[in-house]
């Protein structure tokens, strides 16, 4: 199996997990290399995610590093299928690799948990708010950028929708809810775009109103991604440079305990919906 050109963050992770396996078990790579019977650069280069592992391998390094823990195991086996071609590989030439990566996370997460203070959730977002968004960008986009971000979004709306949609937990400010991107008309198809998405079985939006004051995190973009066992999780958060991914065990302990909060101090589901009913009769 050649080389990857460059690997994906969750191909990235793999090679993560398998490392802290190895280093769990007290080995080094040389070490595991001859345990293994690999080349230790190859030990490497997998948890480097420049190589891919199959699903027999990743089992035979799990057991020789002395793992019993069978969910997560097969948690990772599973990280290695479907490596073929996705939809937003066809914009691997257009668009930045941390939106790929974002729409890979979201395609494989179990449940995903977002919270959002200035802007709607992506997820959520109507063509003319998400092409506002993007005709804001520093430095400017030229039209078919725009474009290609615009369809890029919507497309990753699909996880909500077919057979076996992702169940979808929204916490979003009012002031996001407010703010009049594009005007009135923008702004009142996008709330009641909103409102429908919130009588989805699978989807919970929730709204922290002005009154809540000031709560932990309410600063914070994030995004939370749920993986087939916990220590898989990763969380997403929005930067100016670009997607920032994180799945250390601290950084995930302190985002459960942010999106805790942040659902403690939102309205529920019934008064949050009459929240958005009564900022569309106020526009």
């Not at 992770?13 to 396996?21: I, Q, S, Y």
């Not at 449940?111 to 804001?136: E, K, M, N």
């Not at 009142?188 to 009588?199: F, N």
Request: include cysteine; hydrophobic fraction near 40%.
């Amino acid at each position: 199996m050649p080389p990857r050109a460059a690997a994906t963050v969750r191909q990235q992770r793999l090679g993560v997990e398998l490392r802290k396996l190895r280093e769990r078990a007290g080995l080094t790579a040389r070490e595991a290399g001859e345990l293994l019977n690999v080349n230790a650069a190859r030990i490497s280069s997998i948890e480097a995610g420049r190589f891919g592992v199959s699903v027999d391998r990743i089992r035979m390094f799990a057991h020789s590093y002395g793992c019993s823990d069978e969910p997560y195991i097969e948690a990772l086996a599973s990280m290695t299928a479907g490596r073929g071609r996705h939809w937003w590989d066809e914009y691997r030439e257009s668009l930045p690799s941390g939106l790929l990566d974002l729409a890979e996370l979201e395609h494989h997460a179990t449940t995903i948990r977002t919270a959002q203070v200035a802007h709607v959730p992506g997820l959520f977002q109507t063509v003319d708010y998400a092409r506002l968004i993007f005709r804001q960008s520093i430095p400017k986009l030229s039209p078919p950028e725009v474009e290609y971000r615009v369809t890029h979004r919507i497309k990753r709306q699909g996880i909500l929708y077919g057979a076996h949609p992702t169940p979808y937990t929204a916490i979003t400010h009012e002031a996001a809810l407010r703010m009049r991107f594009g005007g009135r008309d923008v702004t009142r198809e996008q709330l009641e775009h909103v409102l429908e998405m919130s009588d989805l079985d699978h989807v919970t939006v929730l709204v922290i109103p002005y009154d809540a004051g000031i709560f932990p995190g309410a600063g914070q973009t994030v995004l939370y991604a749920e993986g087939p066992v916990p220590r898989l999780d990763t969380v997403q958060l929005d930067a100016e440079h670009g997607s920032v991914f994180l799945h250390a065990d601290l950084q995930l302990e302190k985002y459960r305990t942010f999106m805790t909060r942040f659902e403690a101090v939102a309205l529920k589901e019934p008064a949050s919906r009459d929240l958005i009913r009564k900022i569309i009769a106020d526009l």
